[in-house]
């Protein structure tokens, strides 16, 4: 049952960060129950959940899951305000993650067992990889919305997204180097970026700029080294 969980989740990775558009998010957001997006959306999800699963003994729990996450994603929409969009977004979230593996444990509660094989492996391994990239990403991006970054990096030229693919490759180097062992090369890593990073910094001689870049770094190998100590710890169970 465990790789039902992990496959679950990795369809709402793919359904909620890398194939939903910022134009469908931006237009519920204006709609609400009224948009036609929000259906596509769990429509999506729901599609994802039956193609990774491929059991149609699941359709109970795939539907289940699928009004659950209409109910969560509208309930967001009609609740949140500007103020409280960042709230929203992480309580979603969780409730979305909540409601996957709360539903499988009352439909399927006497075969549910956190123990692992190969196959959970493979999927667990690729849960973490794409966490680490475009969802991540859109987490930090959600934190800090609450300052006006582009403000402080408008006279910074800089390639489009630069920030963003080099914060996803750091974070896939930090997971990499540690599941394999190699904890000095992290160090290595944080140093290398901190040597790079110290010109700009010193150039700016803006503190907030400073503030963010630090904030921004913390955050992002933060998050690498928590989710690759999930993932080691949670081979131990095999």
């Known amino acids: 049952m465990t790789l039902i969980i992990l496959k679950l989740i990795l369809a709402h990775l793919i359904g909620d960060f890398f194939l939903q558009p910022h134009q469908w998010v931006k237009h519920k957001e204006k709609k609400k129950l009224k948009s036609v997006w929000l259906y596509v959306h769990v429509a999506l999800h729901i599609a994802l959940m039956f193609l990774l699963i491929w059991d149609l003994s699941y359709t109970p729990l795939i539907l289940g899951i699928g009004l659950l996450h209409l109910i969560i994603d509208g309930l967001k929409l009609i609740l949140q305000r500007k103020k409280t969009k960042r709230l929203f977004f992480f309580i979603d979230q969780v409730l979305h993650i909540i409601s996957i593996i709360g539903l499988t444990i009352i439909l399927y509660g006497t075969d549910f067992n956190f123990t692992v094989d190969l196959s959970d492996h493979f999927i667990l391994l690729i849960i973490c990889v794409a966490f680490l990239t475009q969802p991540t990403s859109i ?30 490759l750091e974070r896939l180097l930090v997971f990499i180097f540690i599941i394999a062992g190699h904890w000095e090369a992290v160090g290595f890593l944080i140093t290398a970026k901190s040597v790079f990073r110290f010109g700009d910094l010193t150039a700016s001689k803006e503190r907030k700029l400073t503030e963010y870049i ?25």
Do not use: H
């Not at 770094?217 to 080691?232: E, N, Q, R, V, W």
């Open 139 to 168: 987490f930090m991006k959600t934190i800090f919305s609450k300052w006006n970054i582009s403000k402080l990096t408008k006279d910074n030229e800089s390639l489009k997204d630069a920030g963003k693919y080099i914060g996803i």
């Open 214 to 238: 630090l904030i921004g770094t913390l955050i992002s190998f933060g998050i690498a080294i928590i989710t690759s100590l999930l993932y080691l710890n949670l081979l131990t169970y095999v």
